[in-house]
């Protein structure tokens, strides 16, 4: 059988599956997800499907001769109050959305089992670019993130799922909630130079660091500036 598949996806596929037509074989008893999937794409990826130009489901069983067609994720995809979690290879953009003030999840040392308990304990969407962890049948929901660097990943995810944002809201570091804390409370622990700089001041309250716009606030103010609004 013939499978067309988009452009946006040919990144899944083996080396000599990324050009040109595409054919497999079908004993007619695999269903359409298991064949797609069997290409290499997650099923996280997959949009949609059509079978002889007709709309289909992923546990419908393609036959020799049919015609699959594979459709990408609709951007945006949306979820109610979506809540990510990020693998270990993502520790920038965690960051990244935290300071966005969105809901990201992250450990650098959580393993594959780990990570999809994890998402499923907490009803999490998994954000990787590891192909294989995506096609973990247990994972309920997850997407690959596209780029190379964080500005690039940054803008995949936001064009992706279009999270709410509530920048300078949570901390980078743990993604706990900050809260205004007045400067009396807390100019015991300032550096002499901070005292005297700075006046306003924000609390995480899960790991208690302390916030103020200091010498990297430019930096983080363009980052929530170049993200692109929420709709």
């Known amino acids: 059988m013939r499978v067309d598949v988009p452009e946006s996806l040919r990144l899944f596929l083996s080396a000599r599956h990324r050009h040109g037509e595409l054919t497999v074989s079908s004993d007619g008893d695999a269903t359409a997800g298991h064949l797609i999937e069997s290409l290499g794409i997650p099923r996280t990826e997959i949009g949609g499907i059509r079978i002889n130009g007709v709309p289909a489901d992923t546990r419908d069983q393609p036959a020799d001769g049919d015609q699959v067609e594979v459709l990408d994720v609709t951007r945006p995809q949306r979820y109610d109050q979506p ?42 969407i998994l ?58 409370q807390i100019e015991h622990l300032l550096e002499p130079g901070t005292q005297q700089a700075f006046t306003d001041f924000s609390q995480c309250q899960g790991c208690e660091r ?12 363009a980052i929530v500036a170049g993200a692109p609004a929420h709709d």
Do not use: M
Not at 158 to 182: H, I, K, Q, T, Y
Not at 210 to 221: C, D, I, K, M
């Open 83 to 124: 809540r990510f979690l990020l693998d270990v290879h993502l520790g920038t953009l965690a960051r990244r959305l935290r300071l966005l003030g969105i809901d990201t999840a992250y450990s650098n040392d959580a393993d594959d089992p780990e990570l999809v308990e994890q998402a499923i304990a907490e009803d999490r």
């Open 127 to 184: 954000l990787t670019q590891d192909r294989g962890l995506l096609r973990r049948r247990a994972l309920p929901a997850g997407g690959y993130v596209r780029g190379g660097d964080p500005d690039e990943q940054l803008l995949d995810v936001l064009e992706r799922f279009d999270p709410p944002r509530a920048p300078w809201s949570r901390c980078p570091a743990c993604n706990g909630l900050l809260e205004p804390v007045a400067k009396a």
């Open 210 to 221: 302390l916030y103020w716009r200091g010498a990297h606030a430019e930096q983080l103010t």
